[in-house]
């Protein structure tokens, strides 16, 4: 279920109401990226719904980073088997070799298969109905799906619960919305948190009885790094004790390589290189910029 998930933080809506409404035409433009950030929790639960909720989830600060961006939104021509779902006219590349094919329309927005860089993954024998448009704050979507003709039909409620504030370990959130997730093939429950004007997923929470939370929190990062990505530049390891590697398929130099703490205070600069020594900086959440020509590049990573 997490593919199916991860759209869910694709969903949102600018606006200047308190109470945000979502409609077809706020994701036909979306163009970002992210890093993930997660722990598991025992006492912490996703909190309450209603009107003008705050959440706080700010004592949450042990948080293991992802290896890659979860997801982008790329051309309908990007996907490796786009000609096998010729109805897709959306996207989703999730991770670095996953991809989604949805059908957005004005009323509501399906999902009909994945595929991966070199096979299909699956399609849908009934596609899964995610949001139907325009969806406001107390609204359910009931919707029932079949992955294949091999797997059992399930039956999904999506609620928009709540919206408020949302605190968590790298700041405070307000227009915040959040869509509570049921499936009849399961006992967990998730609830994605969503960052209205501009658009920002910022946190999703799984929950099962008898076990821990999972929580994952979701950092922005400029398209920039896309660019990156795109000419094979890797960031690794993240989290990092000692060296940071910033490395290209043509093994770049970078003119300057900054890095800056949470404050925005700048700790450590290295000029000419593609690595840094960061042994010596306090643990935590920091921000690599990296300066080649007239270009800036930024991203995080975690001193552990």
Aim: a negative charge; aromatic letters at 14%.
């Amino acid at each position: 279920m997490k593919k199916i998930t991860n759209l869910i933080l694709l969903l949102a809506c600018a606006t200047t109401f308190a109470q945000p409404i979502l409609t077809a035409a706020d994701i036909n433009t979306l163009n970002f990226a992210n890093n993930r950030f997660y722990t598991n929790n025992t006492t912490l639960n996703p909190g309450l719904a209603g009107a003008n909720v705050t959440w706080d989830f700010s004592s949450l600060t042990s948080l293991t980073a992802a290896e890659d961006n979860p997801y982008t939104v790329v051309t309908v021509a990007s996907g490796p088997f786009s000609s096998s779902f010729p109805t897709s006219n959306y996207v989703l590349q999730i991770y670095s070799d996953t991809y989604g094919y949805y059908l957005l329309s004005s009323d509501k927005v399906e999902i009909l298969g994945f595929s991966f860089n070199d096979q299909i993954d699956g399609t849908y024998t009934n596609p899964e109905t995610l949001f139907v448009f325009p969806f406001s704050y107390g609204m359910s979507n009931v919707d029932t799906f079949q992955e294949s003709a091999s797997t059992p039909i399930v039956t999904k409620t999506s609620t928009y619960d709540a919206y408020g504030t949302l605190i968590t370990p790298f700041g405070t959130f307000t227009d915040v919305m959040r869509i509570k997730q049921e499936f009849s093939s399961s006992t967990s429950v998730n609830y994605e948190f969503i960052k209205l004007n501009p658009y920002q997923e910022i946190l999703s929470v799984e929950t099962s009885l008898g076990n821990p939370s999972y929580f994952s929190f979701y950092q922005s990062i400029p398209l920039a790094v896309e660019v990156l990505k795109k000419n094979n530049l890797s960031i690794f390891p993240n989290p990092a004790s000692s060296i940071v590697y910033l490395q290209t398929q043509n093994n770049t130099i970078f003119n300057k390589i900054v890095i800056i703490d949470l404050t925005g205070k700048k700790v450590l600069e290295q000029n000419n290189a593609n690595q840094v020594d960061i042994a010596n900086l306090a643990k935590g959440l920091y921000v690599i910029e990296a300066f080649f020509g007239e270009n800036k590049f930024q991203t995080k990573f975690i001193k552990q």
